[in-house]
């Protein structure tokens, strides 16, 4: 039987394993990601042009714009303006659904990660949101670990159900007594890998080199001292001074790429 892509359902007899058994293309994966961000970014877009439209038929319809159209003598934009914002919203709606999908994908692709998968942060947020105890000893923590019931090296998936928060003290007493880290794992993902660099660099007052993408497609390479994590809308940030631009940025942490620390005296500004 001819091993198939779970993402393009195409032959792949060399690809990416997962613990499920399947099999995904790493370029389909990139390409999924991608078509995310760029779907993100339409949706912003258009959320934003909409809202700009809409202003401008409130004027249009209010006492200001039609006592200028009188006074000008000009005629009523408001036809084309609900034609306009018709259109946008259409379009909105449409890379919302694909973007939906693109999800879905992702989710179930990521559900099986080898590894702790790039949506793992997001994950972990999700399941410390819905408890404040540990579900081993039943007592409050204020450091609160989210626990693999299967482990990752025996299969275990990422899904909701596989995972349980547990205190520190019972999370230690589930890998033999000893500090758990998430990043004992002998390998993880990318993005995981990102956050654990940018969480090194905040503790330790380190810059961090990287290159970063804007919404628009632009990149450039930066030089940040971090400060702080934050989420902003549904991504999350680093805040930071930005030696390119000698002032407070906020990125986001999934258009930044090749993050490395820098040495001390390199990162002197």
């Not at 999800?103 to 793992?120: E, G, H, K, M, R």
């Not at 275990?156 to 003290?169: D, K, W």
Request: proline share 3%; hydrophobic share 35%; net charge positive.
């Amino acid at each position: 039987m001819v091993q198939r892509c779970v993402i393009c359902a195409g032959p792949c007899s060399g690809g990416e394993l997962l613990s499920n058994g399947t099999m995904y293309h790493a370029r389909c994966h990139e390409s999924l990601r991608e078509l995310q961000l760029r779907l993100e970014d339409q949706i912003d877009f258009g959320n934003r042009e909409a809202a700009v439209i809409t202003k401008r038929i409130e004027w249009e319809q209010g006492l200001f714009g039609r006592l200028w159209r009188f006074l000008a003598g000009g005629e009523s934009e408001l036809p084309r303006l609900q034609k306009h914002l018709a259109e946008v919203n259409i379009i909105t709606i449409r890379a919302s659904e694909t973007r939906a999908q693109s999800v879905a994908v992702l989710t179930s692709l990521y559900d099986a990660w080898l590894t702790y998968p790039p949506d793992w942060e997001a994950r972990r947020a999700a399941v410390l949101s819905r408890s404040a105890t540990c579900a081993q000893c039943r007592r409050w923590s204020r450091s609160l670990h989210v626990h693999h019931r299967i482990p990752i090296s025996r299969g275990g998936s990422h899904r909701a159900t596989n995972l349980i928060v547990l205190c520190e003290t019972c999370h230690s007493d589930q890998h033999g007594s000893r500090t758990f880290q998430y990043d004992m794992a002998p390998k993880i993902g990318a993005f995981s890998q990102r956050i654990a660099l940018l969480e090194q660099a905040i503790q330790e007052r380190k810059a961090v080199h990287f290159r970063y993408r804007k919404w628009t497609g632009e990149m450039s390479t930066r030089t940040v001292d971090p400060s702080a994590f934050k989420v902003v809308g549904e991504s999350l940030c680093v805040v930071g001074y930005c030696h390119l631009r000698n002032a407070e940025r906020t990125f986001a942490v999934k258009r930044m790429s090749g993050v490395n620390l820098v040495p001390t005296q390199t990162a002197q500004r």
